[in-house]
């Protein structure tokens, strides 16, 4: 039983990747008005990509060889890039209720709380990425998904830029960087995400508390699982046609 008040933890940690994407997707679905609103920890055991809302994935990627490699390919439900996700990156996803989008600035001085404690120093520019020294070491999307503000934030424990560019249209190698190259010591995942609900507990003004799935999310999430292979499917087919015309 959650303390009033107080904000969820899911901690999914490493875990498949289709429910990196699903069980944020349900407990927004599900999301009460009057909350509670819920943090996420999730690192992808497989390699995937991902692509904004706005655009679909033949647009920006090649599915060909996604195939090839084995990498799903899966749409996310706000605007953005693609981006290649594996275990080496912690996705830190952040609902609420609809009415709650001034969360994001608490959220996003929590991030960069957490990364000066780890000796890092960072900022966040404004458009999406969290940056340190002009190079990219996290990005956040932010907007509504059904009646839930909804935050996706991405931290690299490493990143290697030559994967997207392995099945991106967009040849040019982003200038990135990782947690791990940039902290002046070892770090394991388990103190990113300690130190992570220690910042935004403080910045949020409220406790995290641990807690689990309820079954109705449980079930949305299956559901959604399957929607997003049935996704998947048809846009591969899609690509395989050639891009839709404009």
Known sequence: M??????????????????????????AELMPVAGPDTVVFAQSLQPYLSHGVQQFASEALDLAACERLGWRVVRRPLPGGAEYCDVNQ????????????????????????????????????????????????????????????????CLYLSYDPQNLARVSFDTRLPNTTSVWAESPRPLAPEMLQGLLIEQLAFQMGRPIERDTPRLPETRAARR??????????????QGEAGPAEH
Do not use: H
């Open 2 to 27: 959650l303390t009033a008040g107080s904000i969820r933890l899911l901690n999914l940690g490493p875990t498949a990747w289709a429910r990196t994407q699903s069980v944020y997707r349900a407990t």
């Open 224 to 237: 959604i699982e399957q929607e997003l292979l049935g996704i998947e499917v048809a846009e591969f087919l």
């Open 90 to 153: 912690l996705l830190v996803q952040w609902m609420g209720p609809g009415g709650a989008g001034s969360g994001a600035a608490p959220f996003i001085a929590g991030v960069l709380s957490t990364l000066r404690d780890l000796g890092v120093t960072a900022e966040y520019d404004g458009r999406g990425q969290f940056v340190t020294k002009g190079a990219c070491l996290g990005t956040l999307a932010a907007g509504r998904l059904d009646s839930a503000f909804v935050l996706l934030g």
